[in-house]
């Protein structure tokens, strides 16, 4: 099964092999369109005139030959049925990405990124950030060290979106969209699904320091109920998916669920830590319709903590800051 029609792939000065591999392998085989850009940062406006402005601005005209090359040399490992299309875009990378995904609605942005060491941000840079936050459709960063076929995937739901949709509707919306790629994605690499739900006790800490009276055995017996619900949402997240797409992987024992308690941002980077995790596909959530409520600060601090490729996904109805003209 594949998902995606309208594909732009960012391509990097060293791409291998595999990451087109994988960006094909979330394409239909017919009638797709798979997009390959490279973006130069544009000439600073008001450099000075004369034979240095003719020399900057020819080395660039060059620039911009040898990354048009490097597409094509790309292109070349696209399978029939596939229409190609390569194009050298002058600007910022992210703000470029963005206007194109709005303008031609590509349903799909893939793009590899470099490891950064630092301890504050172990993957994603700053363009990366601002694509995740900004970008309208999907968006599958892939750690570049890794972009082969992914052993063990990660879907992480949230059953608490009211406050931050407009709707709860849209909410389940996003988690059915991210547990069915997950799906997609582990059954044709054979890989291992976890779909994983961090769940809290709302008031908990209010009733352990005393400021809610609650009995021990009743505190107890509520946070079991939290837990219980949100693993019965889960499971239903999980029937639903078996019953649209019908795929091998629901007869296998590859499939895992996770009920953590704690809190998002802690829990979700420690799990994927913990189980290996090659890919996480989850929603990156912002107020539906109102441009500039871009990323939820969980999922933000998520995505700074891991060390491994994502699938992004937004709510529908979401709106990008960026404006396509």
Not at 41 to 70: C, I, Q
Request: glycine letters at 8%; a negative charge; proline letters at 5%.
């Amino acid at each position: 099964m594949r998902l995606f029609s309208n594909v732009l792939y960012v391509v990097g000065p060293d791409d291998a092999a595999p990451a087109l591999a994988r960006a094909i392998s979330l394409m239909r085989e017919e009638g797709a369109t798979l997009t390959l850009v490279s973006v130069v940062e544009t000439m600073v406006s008001g450099s000075p005139s004369g034979t240095f402005h003719d020399e900057l601005a020819e080395a660039f005209n060059a620039l911009r030959h040898k990354r048009l090359d490097h597409l094509k040399l790309v292109a070349a490992g696209v399978p029939d049925g596939i229409e190609t299309v390569c194009e050298v875009m002058d600007g910022r990378a992210y703000m470029e990405i963005i206007k194109r995904v709005q303008l031609y609605r590509h349903d799909l942005v893939v793009a590899t990124v470099s490891e950064d060491g630092s301890p504050a941000n172990r993957l994603f840079v700053s363009e990366d950030m601002q694509l995740l936050r900004k970008c309208p459709c999907p968006l599958l960063l892939l750690k570049r060290a890794s972009v082969g076929a992914f052993a063990s995937v990660m879907a992480a739901v949230d059953f608490d979106h009211a406050d931050l949709l407009n709707t709860e509707e849209a909410g389940h919306h996003l988690n059915d969209d991210i547990v069915d790629l997950a799906v997609v994605i582990a059954d044709q690499d054979k890989s291992d699904l976890h779909i994983a739900n961090v769940f809290t006790v709302p008031g908990e800490g209010a009733m352990i320091a005393g400021w809610i009276p609650m009995a021990p055995e009743n505190l107890s017996d509520y946070a079991g109920r939290c837990e219980a619900a949100a693993s019965e949402m889960l499971d239903q997240l999980v029937q639903a998916s078996e019953t649209r797409l019908d795929l091998d992987l629901f007869a296998s024992n590859r499939i895992k669920t996770h009920i953590v308690k704690g809190r998002a941002r802690a829990e979700i980077p420690a799990l994927a830590d913990t189980l290996g995790t090659d890919l996480i596909v989850m929603g990156t959530i912002g107020r539906v319709g109102i441009p500039g409520f871009l990323i939820g600060n969980t999922a933000e601090t998520i995505l700074g903590a891991i060390d491994c490729s994502v699938l992004a996904l937004k709510p529908d109805g979401f709106e990008s800051p960026v404006s396509p003209g």
